[in-house]
């Protein structure tokens, strides 16, 4: 956990400095687009604790660089198949990668020609998919990217029209990287909903009504000790799957975590009263961060069906 609390330190540092950083910068001074790349592909060769301790510094600034889909999810899937050329090219930051999993799109496979659509995806320069049991990667004849609600999270539609496709190995491994995604995720949105809950706690202190502070009331008092309780309990969940990443452990935090974040995101709003949803402060930006979360990998429920399926069977 030492490193983790020390790669946390830094990333809050370097990002607190520098608000406008590039991903590219981002990569050269800390290292994130290589955290989880072995050494001898030129990454850190950290692991998924050290990675939840980066998203959820990412989540607590509402990054919008590609860390969950590139530098977790796309290296997790090359990892697998020991695509070591491609693991090099995502370790100095100066290409991303985004990945399709099964049911992601309508994507069919004819030969080595990829053929499909996929209506949403993280924004990413290399698109690697799961497609008929294999993880292949192509360029797509298209791309769409959308404006959307939380503009913090870009994303895109890919159309592919008998593309070129390059196996890169079996598709064996794509609930690992599900899982890890989900995992890393629930760090962001342990950091979003921590952060949610320090501005609230700053505006109850500063903003005063009948001359005490709005914080002075039991009202108030009781909905922050409420927010606390979740982000403090979604954070052990958070950590709990990032020591031991599954299909439970995952479930279960990305149930909770989604969860928290939502409700810390709205009493934000709530606490902070009109000012909360003017486009002049940022309590509406993790509201919308929140809401877009809780559907990347399908809303609480998806995760507690599987859960539940996992623990009585189908």
Known sequence: ???????????????????????????????????MIPERHGGAGCGPLEMAAVAEELGRVLSPHPFLQS????????????????????????????????????????????????????????????????????????????????????????????????????GGSWARVRDLGITALAAEQVGGAARCLEMAVEHAGRRHQFGRPIGSFQAIKHKLADVLLLVESARSAALGAAADVGEVSAAIAGSYCTEAYLTAAGENIQVHGGIGITWEHPAHRYFKRA???AQ????????????GAHVFGD
């Open 296 to 307: 990347l990998f399908g809303p609480p429920q998806a995760h507690r069906a599987r859960l």
């Open 1 to 35: 956990m030492a490193l983790a609390d020390d790669l946390r330190a830094a990333v809050r540092d370097h990002l607190a400095g520098r608000p406008g950083a590039s991903w590219q910068g981002c990569a050269r001074e800390l290292g994130l687009a290589g955290l």
């Open 71 to 170: 530098a977790v999810m796309a290296v997790a899937a090359l990892r697998a198949c020991e695509a070591g050329d491609e693991l090099a090219a995502l370790a100095g930051g100066g290409t991303s990668a985004t990945v399709v999993l099964p049911g992601d799109g309508d994507l069919r496979l004819d030969g080595d020609l990829l053929t499909g659509e996929v209506p949403y995806a993280p924004a990413g320069d290399l698109v690697l998919a799961y497609v008929n049991g294999l993880l292949v990667t192509a360029e797509p004849a298209e791309r769409e990217t959308y404006v959307t609600m939380d503009e913090s999270r870009p994303l895109q539609r890919l159309r592919f029209d008998a593309a070129p496709a390059r196996l890169l190995g079996d």
């Open 291 to 293: 809401t877009s979360d």
